[in-house]
């Protein structure tokens, strides 16, 4: 589609990885996830119109470091996120906030309770191409959504409360690959204001890395497959140290774990296994699950 820079450059275009990742989960005879509307986004963008969307189109299948090991991270992620909306939701919190929602399509796709509103905050290009996609499907929420354009570098809370969150209410929060792109003080200013907005009841689910990748893990399969695609997923990570956030959210009062994906692999049964001893651009990668009680 001509104009659509904002998801065809940078973290956009990770997006779009995503996205043909979900898609190639949702046709898998085994798929953990599925979203039936992640192939549209990318046969909708240049950039990607050639990647695969099915299993087939992956020449070397789960071998593939890009679209099969990193494809089966996502295909995972995108499950353990799933049960913990679905989890909060299911206890009686009707407010959800994707930050950084990027092509999600949660709002579709997963089985709401009556009463849920679901507020979507990311830059307005990517918003824009996601909207012009689902108009074309006819595609309809299964609850009430609200986009909202904010750059998460940004401000961004008062965006969120002038479109009608109420930070009276408990809040499902969720920052899916997000984290890894930002810059350590736009990180801190995240997890201050996701602290400042919730209420008791509350929860968090997000993505980090550990520590700057070494040489090692940079020259990587996942790595040096992604840039052959044009995807320089290194060129976007952050050269800092990393902050604690984990460690700042305890200290705020908020009860916190930490995993692997390689956690959640052993618990489905299905996903990336840990390769011990070799350079992997998984390892360093934890989901962290965090709530005020």
């Known amino acids: 589609m001509a104009g659509d820079t904002g998801v065809e450059e940078g973290v956009g275009l990770t997006a779009l990885m995503v996205a043909a990742a979900r898609a190639i989960e949702t046709h898998r005879h085994d798929a953990l996830a599925r979203d039936v509307y992640a192939e549209h986004f990318v046969r ?10 099915r299993p ?18 996502f295909g995972l992620r ?19 906030v994707l930050l950084g929602a990027g092509l999600d399509t949660r709002a579709y796709r997963l089985d709401w309770p009556p009463g849920c509103r679901v507020f979507e905050l990311d830059q307005e290009d990517v918003l824009a191409f996601k909207g012009r996609v689902l108009g074309g499907l006819r595609a309809v929420p299964k609850t009430e959504r ?29 920052a ?3 984290l890894l792109y930002l810059p350590h003080a736009a990180e801190r200013a995240m997890i ?29 399969p996942i790595y040096t497959v992604a840039r052959r695609t044009g995807i320089d997923l290194l060129a976007m990570f952050p050269l800092e140290p990393r902050p604690d956030s984990a460690g700042d959210l305890t200290a705020r009062g908020w009860r916190t774990s930490v995993h692997t994906a390689f956690d959640f692999t052993r618990r489905h ?7 011990p001893g070799r350079p992997d651009a998984l390892a360093a990668n934890r989901w962290v699950f965090a709530d005020r009680s």
């Not at 989890?87 to 959800?96: D, E, I, M």
């Not at 940004?154 to 969720?174: I, R």
């Not at 049964?269 to 390769?275: D, K, L, T, V, Y």
């Open 44 to 53: 909708a963008a240049r950039a990607s119109a050639d990647w695969p969307v």
């Open 56 to 73: 087939h189109q992956v020449p070397d299948g789960d071998a593939d470091p890009l679209w099969g090991r990193l494809g089966r991270y």
């Open 78 to 96: 995108t499950r353990v996120l799933d049960d913990f909306i679905l989890r909060q939701v299911s206890a009686g919190t009707r407010q959800v």
């Open 146 to 174: 609200v986009p909202i354009a904010a750059d998460l570098r940004l401000e961004w809370a008062g965006a969120l409360t002038g479109a009608g969150f109420d930070p009276a209410a408990p809040t499902v929060w969720l």
């Open 176 to 178: 899916e690959g997000v």
């Open 192 to 220: 201050e204001a996701v602290d400042a907005l919730s209420v008791a009841g509350s929860a968090l689910a997000y993505e980090i890395k550990l520590a700057p990748e070494s040489a090692a893990v940079q020259e990587s």
């Open 269 to 275: 049964g299905r996903g990336p296994e840990a390769q």
